[in-house]
């Protein structure tokens, strides 16, 4: 991954909500409907941390059972 990828992107001045409400097709998107694409990853996110929480408690007890 490049500098350029992990910036942020930015909507230029002129694709405001207008342009994107008109139905342009200049593929421009609010920051909101980018948001709600990705919210299974979001999801994702959580579940993959409530695991890795579960399964550290886990070493955690069963280092206790061991010493």
Do not use: C, N
Not at 41 to 53: A, M, N, Q
């Amino acid at each position: 991954m490049t500098k350029r990828d992990r910036r942020k992107r930015t909507l230029p001045a002129a694709a405001g909500t207008a342009s994107y409400a008109a139905g342009s097709a200049s593929g421009a998107l609010k920051r909101e409907d980018i948001a709600a694409d990705y919210t299974h990853i979001r999801s994702d996110l959580k579940r993959i941390g409530l695991l890795s929480v579960v399964l550290i408690a886990g070493l955690v007890v069963l280092s206790r059972f061991i010493h």
